[in-house]
């Protein structure tokens, strides 16, 4: 997933990220144990592939997971969240990721 977001293939990146959510999603309503940093990598993803976007629904995704793993986001996660453009409709979603996990980080 990280690959083909790295290489702006955006719509693979989407469909991967799809079926790793859901299969985590998966594991977990079946009461399976996963390993926290599994959940945090595919946080990091997620608002990764958000930020490319340009889109709320990965950023709450991405949120969500990093609350599950008790994890806040990494500076570079930070970094593409200031760099995206003012937007209302992102507004929402930026700020839960921003304050998820146990602590929130800055961008520098």
Do not use: F, N
Request: hydrophobic share 45%; aromatic share 2%.
């Amino acid at each position: 997933m990280e690959r083909a977001i790295e290489q702006g293939r955006l719509a693979v990146a989407e469909r991967m990220m799809s079926r790793g959510v859901t299969e985590l999603e998966e594991q977990l309503d079946e009461g399976l144990e996963v390993e926290p940093a599994r959940i945090a990598g595919i946080a990091e993803c997620a608002a990764r592939l958000g930020c490319a976007l340009r889109t709320a629904r990965w950023l709450e995704i991405g949120a969500k997971l990093y609350v599950r793993a008790r994890e806040a986001p990494s500076r570079e996660v930070l970094a593409l969240l200031d760099g995206l453009p003012s937007d209302a409709r992102l507004a929402d979603a930026v700020s839960a990721v921003r304050h998820a996990g146990p602590g929130t980080r800055q961008a520098s």
